[in-house]
Nanobody, 115 residues
Framework: QVQLVESGGGQVQPGGSLRLSCVAS????????MDWYRQTPGKQRELIAR???????AYVDSVRGRFTISRDNAKNTVYLQMNSLKPEDTAIYYC?????????WGQGTLVTVSS
């Protein structure tokens, strides 16, 4: 059973930066594809960034060029570096993985972008 714990959320002004972290346990982290999702009230959870075991990354258009997903397999950790934040980035951010097609989610971390 995989456990995911996110951290790093908070409030930041438009144009600012935050780095989210997600520590995984209970699986062989290095072979897992890891995702970051986000969700705002009344909307479906949205996949925004993915990193494969190879290190290949993919992003949704709305964050490409501003957000960077990375991983440290030695620390079983995936990161989301968020730069040039906008008010519309305000959301709860979730870490996700699905080893053996079993979904695992973190508890979420709130990011608020406001002046």
């Amino acid at each position: 059973q995989v456990q995911l714990v996110e951290s790093g959320g908070g409030q930041v002004q438009p144009g600012g930066s935050l780095r989210l972290s997600c520590v995984a346990s209970g699986s062989i982290f290095s072979i897992n594809t890891m995702d970051w999702y986000r969700q705002t009230p009344g909307k479906q959870r949205e996949l925004i960034a993915r990193i494969f075991s190879s290190g290949t990354t993919a992003y949704v258009d709305s964050v490409r060029g501003r957000f960077t997903i990375s991983r440290d397999n030695a620390k079983n950790t995936v990161y989301l570096q968020m730069n040039s934040l906008k008010p519309e980035d305000t959301a709860i951010y979730y870490c996700h993985t699905a080893p053996d097609n079993l979904d695992a989610w973190g508890q979420g971390t709130l990011v608020t972008v406001s002046s």
